[in-house]
């Protein structure tokens, strides 16, 4: 059996176990009648999700049928499908989204870079790639910001992370601000990349993943990266405020950009300073 096959038969079972585990009152359409079955009607799904009744059926049939990222979504929030069911579900039905591993293949920057990002201790700064993934970060970002190591939800990418990370949504005060800027950058740092398969399949999932990225990504705003304030809410020692500026290298480290956050005052820096000197040191790069 083909792995197509095998996966189209898994998707067929998954849909049909999901629907079968929903109740008439799930669904405000759904009629509250005797039912020779448990769970919805394919129908009352599909009308939920707002697909074709046929279409829907191919899909539980395990038939060939490419849908899009935004039928994914509805079809997920038809099914009251938990985050990671939802993961689940676009790995079934469309495996060429999977962005996380082709990232990964991305390179590092030179070493000069690096040892300029260490350099900037005290100051929090990471290096990202022209995708926005985090490739390397010193340790003073580790304490601010948490953990940049790859982990399954966002595998280490600023954007993905900016809207799918609860942890990054309290750390940001202002962060229907910064989320909305960020994606606003985030177009215009690339605007040449439209045919780039692994930046189509990253938009593609924050779009299916979260209706907050889609709702910013929909409007087509652009923005250079601004120097700025922002407030940080620490868990340790509460809010402070940073300057945010990021820096653009040339020649062989062009494809990369280097943040950094400054304290604003003395008091955010000495407080900043007491949990840099608490904290044990990390690796710096994934795997280092």
């Given at each position: 059996m083909s792995d197509d096959?095998?996966?189209?038969?898994?998707?067929?079972?998954?849909?049909?176990?999901?629907?079968?585990r929903l109740q008439c009152s799930d669904v405000a359409g759904a009629s509250k009648g005797r039912r020779r079955a448990p769970g919805?009607?394919?129908?009352?799904?599909?009308?939920?999700?707002?697909?074709?009744?046929?279409?829907y059926t191919w899909l539980?049939?395990?038939?060939?049928?490419?849908?899009?990222p935004q039928v994914l979504r509805s079809l997920a929030r038809a099914l009251r499908l938990s985050r990671s069911e939802q993961a689940?579900?676009?790995?079934?039905?469309?495996?060429?989204?999977?962005?996380?591993?082709?990232?990964?293949?991305q390179g590092l920057p030179t070493a000069p870079l690096l040892n300029l990002l260490e350099g900037l201790a005290p100051h929090p700064a990471y290096i990202i790639n022209r995708y926005w993934q985090i490739v390397a970060?010193?340790?003073?970002?580790?304490?601010?910001?948490?953990?940049?190591e790859a982990d399954g939800d966002w595998s280490g990418s600023l954007i993905s992370r900016l809207f799918l990370d609860p942890d990054w949504r309290q750390r940001f005060v202002d962060w229907p601000l910064v989320s909305g800027s960020a994606?606003?950058?985030?177009?215009?740092?690339?605007?040449?990349?439209?045919?780039?398969?692994?930046?189509?399949?990253?938009?593609s999932s924050l779009e299916a993943a979260s209706e907050e990225f889609a709702a910013c990504w929909s409007n087509r705003?652009?923005?250079?990266?601004?120097?700025?304030?922002k407030s940080i809410r620490h868990p340790v020692a509460g809010e402070m405020d940073f300057d945010f500026a990021t820096l653009q290298p040339n020649g062989r480290d062009g494809d990369f950009s280097l943040s950094v956050y400054t304290p604003v005052d003395r008091i955010t820096a000495e407080k900043f300073?007491?949990?840099?000197?608490?904290?044990?040191?990390?690796?710096?790069?994934?795997?280092g």
């Open positions: 096959l095998t996966r189209h038969d898994e998707l067929a079972r998954f849909l049909r176990d999901r629907r079968d919805l009607r394919r129908e009352e799904v599909a009308a939920e999700a707002g697909i074709s009744t046929t279409w539980e049939q395990g038939r060939e049928v490419n849908a899009s689940y579900l676009f790995q079934l039905a469309r495996p060429d989204l999977d962005w996380q591993n082709r990232l990964g293949e970060w010193n340790k003073p970002a580790t304490v601010l910001l948490g953990s940049f994606v606003a950058q985030f177009r215009l740092a690339t605007v040449t990349m439209t045919r780039d398969p692994v930046l189509a399949a990253l938009v705003e652009i923005a250079e990266p601004p120097i700025w304030r300073k007491g949990l840099v000197e608490a904290t044990p040191d990390s690796p710096t790069v994934p795997g």
